[in-house]
């Protein structure tokens, strides 16, 4: 891009509150920035300052994939954001940059890859059926979320990540403090020192281990001096908190399944389709309340005819880009035969999420169980009596009243 295509006229600053949407509800917010342009400016509620925001798909990757836009230089900036707190852990994985951050996940490829999630397949099933069971023999009504979508997640992270299954309720706790923006920055902050201390304990313990399971993995790779504890223990905590984004994210779907029985009819009648289908799902749900975690340019870069100065502070929508009507046509229709599909719902670039093939092996459980074995699965409630989260970062049903 030449130097005389690039505007210097910024375009005014946006206030973005944080809504509490209810269902699959679209942020209008964030679909008013989408119609102002590629590229706008924001200002969330906590924090200081405003910052850019790109909502375009290929925009989007570039940023995500760039090394001139840094996540370790908001380390000490009061950017604005979502988040009432904001105190990330010096050198947790989330906030480092390449090759900090490429020898850290190094460490727990192994476990996170498909042959690492196959793993724990048949036992994530059996774990599913067990709770399927129980569902069944209690009987109707029911709340999805407390009965299936909540222990399932948790059950299968703290299998992945090696934590004993008479600690998977302290997790929860703990992760559900931490995600949690209403009892304020202190309860947050001790409970991830609490597991924190915990992840310590547990992967000091392993550092001989050749298990396949995460903590034994960067034990070992702390015996090596490849990662310190340090850093160990903070990919852990973020590895156990993005474990329970599942519980969400199937919430969603199931929500969306059960008010559109056609959906749901059409994956029991082509059970073939659902790996395809669950990607289409993935792509439309609205996974998250307004935006991430930013990230600092480094130098001046020009985005469509637009210069982002250096120490610019830079957010991605993800879940803009996966309305990008240049990359998916008719965005708004759940299309399951839609191919291609390069939705970015779990990231891109060097801190695309490592659980994803977790987040799809759990995802195509749930459909398979849920769908087959409960075939008049439905809600119990009208749609606009499910409760969703309120003051929460990640979207999704607080309960899912359902029959059958």
């Known amino acids: 891009m030449t130097e005389e295509t690039i505007t210097e006229i910024l375009p005014p600053v946006r206030h ?9 509800d679209f942020d209008p917010v964030l679909t008013e ?3 102002e342009g590629p590229v706008t400016r924001i200002q969330l509620p906590n924090g200081e300052g405003w910052a850019w925001l790109v909502t375009r798909h290929d925009d989007v990757r570039m940023v995500a994939n760039d090394p001139r836009f ?5 380390m000490d900036r009061p950017v604005t954001r979502l988040a009432p707190h904001f105190i990330p852990e010096r050198g947790a994985v989330g906030f480092l940059d390449p090759p900090d951050h490429t020898r850290l996940r190094r460490s727990v490829a192994a476990a996170l890859t498909s042959k690492g999630v ?3 397949r048949e036992r994530s099933r059996r774990m599913l059926d067990e709770l399927i069971d129980g569902l069944v023999r209690t009987g109707p009504p029911a709340d999805l979320t407390a009965a299936v979508l909540s222990p399932f997640p948790i059950a299968v992270i703290c299998e992945l990540m090696g934590v004993p299954a008479a600690d998977r309720h302290l997790m929860h706790t703990w992760t559900q403090l931490i995600l949690s923006s209403s009892h304020g920055k ?15 304990d547990l992967i000091a313990l392993r550092e001989g281990s050749t298990a396949e399971d995460v903590a034994s993995l960067l034990g070992a790779a702390v015996g090596r001096d490849e990662v310190t504890l340090e850093e160990a223990v903070g990919l852990a905590v973020l590895l156990q908190i993005g474990g329970e984004a599942v519980t969400n994210n199937s919430g969603q779907m199931f929500y969306l399944l059960l008010t559109r029985p056609d959906l749901a009819d059409r994956l029991r009648a082509d059970p073939a389709i659902r790996p395809q289908a669950i990607d289409e799902l993935l792509r439309f749900i609205p996974h998250r309340s ?4 930013s990230r600092i340019a480094t130098e001046d870069v020009g985005i469509k005819g637009v210069r982002i100065r250096a120490g610019d502070a830079i957010y991605v929508s993800y879940l803009a880009a996966n309305r990008d009507p240049a990359v998916f046509p008719h965005p708004e229709t759940i299309d399951f035969l839609r191919s291609p599909n390069p939705h970015v719902s779990f990231g891109f670039g060097p801190h695309f999420c490592p659980g994803a093939m977790l987040a799809r092996l759990e995802s195509e459980l749930l459909v398979d169980a849920l769908l087959d074995r409960l075939p008049g699965l439905r809600l119990a409630v009208p749609p606009g009596e499910v409760p969703f989260r309120k003051g929460a970062l990640i979207r999704g049903p607080e309960a899912l009243p359902v029959t059958w």
């Open 33 to 35: 920035l989408m119609d």
């Open 186 to 200: 202190e309860v947050s902050e001790k409970a991830k020192g609490e597991m924190g201390a915990y992840f310590s």
């Open 70 to 74: 840094s996540r370790e230089a908001v």
């Open 118 to 120: 196959e793993r724990v």
């Open 290 to 293: 307004a935006v991430g975690l």
């Open 16 to 24: 973005w509150p944080a809504l509490d949407l209810s269902g699959v």
